[in-house]
Structures are given as C-alpha cells and as structure tokens.
C-alpha cells in the first residue's frame, strides 16, 4: 500500500528522483539528499508503514527485509569498519518523514552517540 501524500512513496515509485542503491521486492534505498557522513543511505520499506510505531506481526517481514538490505549495501559501500543504523520516531523522536526509514551511517569514524 502507497500513501500518494508521502515524499518517500513518490521516491518509491520515480515519480521525485533519487540517487538509488538497492531495490528488492520489498526494500527501496537511495542516497539521503543532506547527507550527514560520507555514506548516508536511506534504507525504506516499499509499504507505507508509516513509524517503527506502526509495525506489527502483518508488515515486519518488511523490516527485516530492511535489515538484510542494510547488510548488502554495508558491503557494497565497503563499510568493513562499522557504521550506525538509526531510526527516528515520531515528534520526540525527530522523525521529519512519516514513511519508516533506516538512516545507514558510515565511511567515517561516528563519534556523537547518545547511547
Ligand atoms: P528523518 O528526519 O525523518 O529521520 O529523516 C528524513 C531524511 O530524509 C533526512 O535525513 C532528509 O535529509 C532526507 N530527505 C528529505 N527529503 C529528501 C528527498 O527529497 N530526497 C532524499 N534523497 N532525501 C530526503
Ligand atoms: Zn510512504
């Protein structure tokens, strides 16, 4: 299911470009336009689920499908040392795009961390 209000359901089906870097049946990534370390993907679920909020046993093959992904792509980005995957959720959690997504951080050692 697509939401045609979404940016990232837009991003999913072309009709706004992005610089993509994996496609699988359930997975969409592409290059995050502000990109905060030398690689900064977004890892996406081709269903609308709108937060991590809003999953359940119905849609979490998609996130797992989102973390076999992320691993594909870590190699392929040649990110042996490590990277960071983060999710933001919700108002508090500073989401700014209500269609669940993976932020793959690497290429650089990441000092902030908040945990
Ligand atoms: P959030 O703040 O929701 O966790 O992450 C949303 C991310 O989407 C941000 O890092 C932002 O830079 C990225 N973003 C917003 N609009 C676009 C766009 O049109 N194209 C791409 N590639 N990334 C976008
Ligand atoms: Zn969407």
Not at 64 to 69: I, L, T, V, W
């Amino acid at each position: 299911m697509r939401d045609d209000n979404c940016l990232f359901c837009k991003i999913i089906g072309g009709e706004i470009p992005s610089s993509k870097v994996y496609e699988d049946e359930y997975v969409f990534a592409f290059r995050d336009i502000n990109p905060q370390a030398p690689v900064h993907v977004l890892v996406v679920p081709k269903e609308h689920i709108p937060c991590a909020d809003a999953v359940d046993a119905a849609n979490s093959v998609y996130v797992a499908k989102c973390f076999e992904a992320i691993a594909k792509i870590a190699k392929a980005e040649g990110l042996d040392k490590g990277y960071r995957v983060i999710n933001n959720c919700g108002e508090y959690g500073g989401q700014s795009v209500q269609h669940l997504h993976f932020h793959l951080v690497g290429g650089v050692k990441l000092s902030e961390k908040i945990l």
